[in-house]
């Protein structure tokens, strides 16, 4: 579903992902880990295409519409004026095109989605008066309605009360069960050995990547954090990618 062949992807020439190869199998359910400023981020980024790669390739077997993406809460807009419905609406965007209009079956689909979510009579909230928990619900509601064949989620859970956790813990489960491919970065390590098959451990390098019980060894994640402690304040400069900027 998602191949990396050699992926490098850098700001500024330093690179935050470093010759990654590997893929995410249709179907699979992966949980990404790895300590801060890894490459956790940057990864969904470039599969998503929204950061190109620096070397190397990332290939993504479905079309971009029907790829979801959810950033991490804290590089999402609250601020937009927009109303709880018309945000999950935006789900069925690449369905209905820039200027089309919503038919009843979408406002239904809609409805239905917030329904699943818990949000049962929130349709007419401004999305700026929601909490953390029920921000994070709506955005759920509008991946149910977007029907995507690859999910990719960054921290979806982080600041997440226990409730709203296992909710959404849930619509994953559900996604992985009706074979679509999910990708999820995570912090619990005790939630991705629960609900997550498999694992790819990064540290700005591919550490480990295959079935949870293997990559969430001991031996793996000591090596990850000792990769992380050795990084400077400002990651070296790939001397290829440098050869290649020169160029
Ligand atoms: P993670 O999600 O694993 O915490 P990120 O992918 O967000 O890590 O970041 C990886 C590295 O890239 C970090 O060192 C981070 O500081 C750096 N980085 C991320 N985004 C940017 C940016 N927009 N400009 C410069 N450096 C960035
Ligand atoms: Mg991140």
């Known amino acids: 579903m998602v191949r990396l062949d050699n992926l490098t992807v850098s700001y500024r020439q330093h ?27 940057t990864l969904l980024k470039a599969a998503m295409g929204l950061l190109p790669p620096s070397g190397g390739q990332v290939r993504v077997a479905v079309p971009r519409d029907r790829i979801a993406y959810l950033p991490q809460l804290a590089e999402i807009d609250r ?61 759920f509601a509008r991946m149910l309605v977007q029907d995507a064949q690859l999910i990719l989620l960054d921290e979806p859970f982080t600041a997440m009360d226990s409730k709203t956790t296992a909710a959404l813990l849930a619509l994953v489960r559900q996604w992985h069960a009706e074979g679509r491919t999910v990708v999820a970065v995570l912090h619990d390590d005790a939630q991705v050995r629960q609900h ?48 290649r900027a020169a160029a």
């Open 15 to 41: 690179p935050a992902l470093h010759h990654v190869s590997g893929q995410f199998e249709p179907g699979s359910l992966t949980a990404v880990v790895g300590p801060n400023g890894s490459g956790k981020s």
């Open 79 to 139: 601020g937009f004026p927009i109303q709880v419905r018309d945000c999950v609406l935006l789900g069925c965007w690449p369905r209905r095109g820039a200027w089309g209009g919503v038919d009843a079956a979408q406002l239904a689909q809609a409805d239905a989605a917030l329904l699943a979510v818990g949000l049962d009579g929130f349709a007419d909230r401004p999305l700026g008066s929601l909490s953390s928990g029920q921000l994070q619900r709506v955005l």
């Open 196 to 243: 997550f098959p498999q694992t790819l451990l990064l540290a700005r390098e591919k550490v480990a990547w295959g079935p949870t019980p293997q990559v969430m060894a001991e031996p793996f994640l000591r090596q990850a954090r000792a990769m992380a402690e050795a990084w400077d304040e400002t990651a070296e400069v790939c001397a290829i990618d440098s050869l």
